[in-house]
């Protein structure tokens, strides 16, 4: 049983801050590209941000860059996600998404995964 399961989503106020963290098992993924995607109501999936299987790069969303920031630990086989100075915009269920080894980062941006995870709901009131 291959899993992706993210946690740390919940209610914050404009300007805070959340930590979300996506927790592979049944594999390990340290040789895939990871990262995040995220899904308003009424709208469609959408990148947030990826990052290599070595960490040495990664990639963000004109929307967030600057605020959010990925990283990985390849020895507990997990990815996270720091998000500040949140806005309301970004109010949305935030997923978590794996490729296979050694596969680009360079084309984690498309919406074709090999995992995904149930996702996490995070809101930011005004």
């Known amino acids: 049983q291959v899993q992706l399961v993210e946690s740390g989503g919940g209610l914050v106020q404009a300007g805070g801050s959340l930590r979300l963290s996506c927790a592979g098992s049944g594999r390990s993924f340290s040789s895939s590209p990871m990262g995040w995607f995220r899904q308003a109501p009424g709208k469609e999936r959408e990148f947030v941000s990826g990052i290599s299987w070595s960490g040495s790069g990664t990639d963000y969303a004109d929307s967030v860059k600057g605020r959010f920031t990925i990283s990985r630990d390849n020895a507990k086989n997990m990815v996270n996600l720091q998000m500040n100075s949140l806005k309301p915009e970004d109010t949305a269920v935030y997923y978590c998404?794996?490729?296979?080894?050694?596969?680009?980062?360079?084309?984690?941006?498309?919406?074709?995964?090999?995992?995904w995870g149930q996702g996490t709901q995070v809101t930011v009131s005004s």
């Open positions: 998404a794996a490729d296979g080894p050694y596969d680009a980062l360079a084309t984690f941006r498309r919406d074709s995964h090999n995992y």
